[in-house]
């Protein structure tokens, strides 16, 4: 589960001059301000109408990603970079406006895997029409709409010719967020598998990414878990993987080049390396306890040692002097421990690379 800050877009639709939905936006973004802040969220309000949409005017499919023309590549920027939506609309002839339908049909692969939620406004029907008809095109781009909506009458919610939306209007609204966060932060890890810079892991379905910063609680726990074994197989707890605060974590994944192992969400191994001069340090290697013993360590090793890129003259490690486990892996993987003394209880190994 991510605990980075989400990125939500609010998309107001209708693009024609004096268009009610730039109130409808405005009125949405001051109400769902003060929750946004408090649920990890940044709003970012876009109108259709300022991004320059001609009607779709790609040579390639949008599912291809490639993207020839700049306002398509900026329109791409801006939806890749979102975690989720929220489609001010109103109904246009019982349905979504063209501007809407064509904005999502300019993309792809941007959309899958966030969540949408409809603010919708109109007659009769509140603009609920237009939100079906939305709905029905969305999941076919993998966004996925939520249940809870707002939809504004605009009889009720006009007075003395102003945009005035009800308490119930922004209770609903709030009720939206909230779900559309807890929904963007749920379907994060299908956001991350398959995106540029993640790899395929050594379990089916396991992917690698570099870890930052934001995945500082995450390491904590995983440090905090994984080196209790080592704290007991060598009876000390001066050990700082198991000591460190999230900030410290935070401090060094800027430093290092962390990879993270992943499946469905869940942080199931990493390994750090830092090249200091001619030689490559690796450390922090780790696999959650349910899956040791199934060679996810010794993968993730190696993956240290090929991916820093070459170079290097030297390979060194280090961990508990009577951590047997670690030593037989890393012995079995060619380190071999340096000359001691141990007084601190740490023995470090090395490995020489032999230049291809
Ligand atoms: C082309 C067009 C079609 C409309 N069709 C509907 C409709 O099907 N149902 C409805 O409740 N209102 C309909 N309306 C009225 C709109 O709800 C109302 O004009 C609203 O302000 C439109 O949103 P906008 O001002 O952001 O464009 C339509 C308005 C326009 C301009």
């Given at each position: 589960?991510t605990?980075?800050?989400?990125?939500?877009?609010l998309?107001?639709?209708?693009?024609?001059?004096?268009?009610?939905?730039?109130?409808?936006?405005?009125?949405?973004?001051?109400?769902?301000?003060?929750?946004?802040?408090?649920?990890?969220?940044?709003?970012?309000?876009?109108?259709?109408?300022?991004?320059?949409?001609?009607?779709?005017?790609?040579?390639?499919?949008?599912?291809?990603?490639?993207?020839?023309?700049e306002?398509?590549?900026?329109w791409s920027?801006?939806?890749?970079?979102?975690?989720?939506?929220?489609?001010?609309?109103?109904?246009?002839?019982?349905?979504?406006?063209?501007?809407?339908?064509?904005?999502?049909?300019?993309?792809?692969?941007?959309?899958?895997?966030?969540?949408?939620?409809?603010?919708?406004?109109?007659?009769?029907s509140?603009?609920?029409?237009?939100?079906?008809?939305?709905?029905?095109?969305?999941?076919?781009?993998?966004?996925?709409?939520?249940g809870?909506?707002?939809?504004?009458r605009?009889?009720?919610?006009?007075?003395?010719?102003?945009?005035?939306?009800?308490?119930?209007?922004?209770?609903?609204?709030?009720?939206?967020?909230?779900?559309?966060?807890?929904?963007?932060?749920?379907?994060?890890?299908?956001?991350?598998?398959?995106?540029?810079?993640?790899?395929?892991?050594?379990?089916?379905?396991?992917?690698?990414?570099?870890?930052?910063p934001?995945?500082?609680p995450?390491?904590?726990?995983?440090q905090?878990?994984?080196?209790?074994?080592?704290a007991?197989?060598?009876?000390?707890?001066?050990?700082?993987?198991?000591?460190?605060?999230p900030?410290?974590?935070?401090?060094?994944?800027t430093?290092?080049?962390?990879?993270?192992?992943?499946?469905?969400?869940?942080?199931?191994?990493?390994?750090?390396?830092r090249?200091?001069?001619?030689?490559?340090?690796?450390?922090?290697?780790?696999?959650?306890?349910?899956?040791?013993?199934?060679?996810?360590?010794?993968?993730?090793?190696?993956?240290?040692?090929?991916?820093?890129?070459?170079?290097?003259?030297?390979?060194?490690?280090?961990?508990?002097?009577?951590?047997?486990?670690?030593?037989?892996?890393?012995?079995?993987?060619?380190?071999?421990?340096?000359?001691?003394?141990?007084?601190?209880?740490?023995?470090?190994?090395?490995?020489?690379?032999?230049?291809?």
């Open positions: 589960m605990t980075k800050r989400l990125r939500i877009v998309f107001v639709c209708s693009t024609r001059p004096g268009a009610l939905g730039s109130a409808v936006g405005a009125w949405l973004a001051d109400t769902l301000a003060p929750g946004a802040e408090a649920l990890g969220a940044d709003l970012v309000p876009v109108a259709l109408g300022d991004l320059g949409l001609p009607f779709l005017d790609e040579e390639a499919e949008p599912s291809s990603g490639v993207h020839h023309h306002h398509t590549r900026r920027r801006i939806v890749d970079g979102a975690d989720g939506f929220v489609f001010v609309t109103p109904e246009y002839n019982y349905g979504m406006p063209a501007t809407l339908k064509n904005a999502l049909d300019f993309l792809g692969p941007e959309w899958a895997w966030k969540p949408a939620g409809f603010v919708s406004y109109g007659h009769t509140a603009g609920t029409r237009a939100v079906q008809h939305a709905k029905q095109v969305v999941t076919t781009l993998r966004l996925v709409p939520l809870a909506t707002v939809a504004i605009i009889a009720d919610a006009l007075r003395d010719d102003r945009l005035a939306p009800s308490v119930r209007h922004a209770d609903a609204a709030e009720g939206m967020l909230a779900e559309l966060v807890r929904l963007a932060r749920a379907l994060a890890p299908m956001r991350e598998r398959g995106h540029p810079g993640t790899g395929a892991g050594p379990l089916p379905g396991s992917y690698t990414r570099r870890l930052h934001d995945d500082a995450e390491v904590t726990v995983l905090r878990c994984c080196w209790t074994d080592e007991l197989a060598n009876d000390t707890l001066a050990i700082p993987a198991l000591r460190e605060s900030d410290e974590v935070r401090q060094w994944l430093s290092w080049h962390t990879t993270g192992l992943r499946r469905d969400g869940r942080l199931l191994g990493m390994v750090r390396t090249r200091v001069g001619a030689d490559l340090h690796i450390g922090r290697l780790a696999v959650v306890p349910d899956l040791r013993g199934l060679g996810v360590g010794r993968w993730l090793l190696r993956r240290a040692e090929t991916a820093a890129g070459g170079g290097h003259r030297r390979v060194l490690l280090s961990t508990g002097a009577a951590s047997h486990r670690n030593l037989a892996l890393y012995r079995r993987q060619g380190y071999v421990p340096l000359p001691g003394p141990h007084d601190d209880g740490v023995v470090s190994l090395a490995k020489d690379v032999v230049p291809a």
